[in-house]
């Protein structure tokens, strides 16, 4: 089974900075995908940041030149970088990890999340 342990979560003032690391019990690189989600009060979770095996990235609109998706296979963590903090980053954030059998079999794995909370 994989574990998923997110830390780095906080609050913090608006424009100010926070890494958020996830910590994963396997080895990263046999996931095809890594991310980061989050989810406000009252909204549904949404794509933040994601981050493939071979270091393709992708990122939400929203945070597009705000925040940075990394990977660190050797210690089996992906982190989310997040600068400029907006008082609207107020979300949990969990972290999620997607394997893809040979059968093409989806397998995918949600930490319990990070509260972020930015004040204005």
């Known amino acids: 089974q994989v574990q998923l342990a997110e830390s780095g979560g906080g609050l913090v003032q608006a424009g100010g900075s926070l890494r958020l690391s996830c910590a994963a019990s396997?080895?990263?690189?046999?996931?095809?995908?890594m991310g980061w989600y989050r989810q406000a009060p009252g909204k549904q979770r949404e794509l933040v940041a994601a981050?493939?095996?071979?270091?393709?990235?992708n990122y939400a609109d929203f945070v597009k030149g705000r925040f940075t998706i990394s990977r660190d296979n050797a210690k089996n963590t992906v982190y989310l970088q997040m600068n400029s903090l907006k008082a609207e980053d107020t979300a949990v954030y969990y972290c999620?990890?997607?394997?893809?059998?040979?059968?093409?079999?989806?397998?995918?794995?949600w930490g319990q999340g990070t509260q972020v909370t930015v004040s204005s």
């Open positions: 999620n990890a997607r394997a893809i059998t040979i059968t093409a079999t989806l397998s995918e794995y």
């Open positions: 396997v080895n990263i690189f046999s996931m095809n995908e």
């Open positions: 981050i493939t095996r071979g270091g393709r990235t």
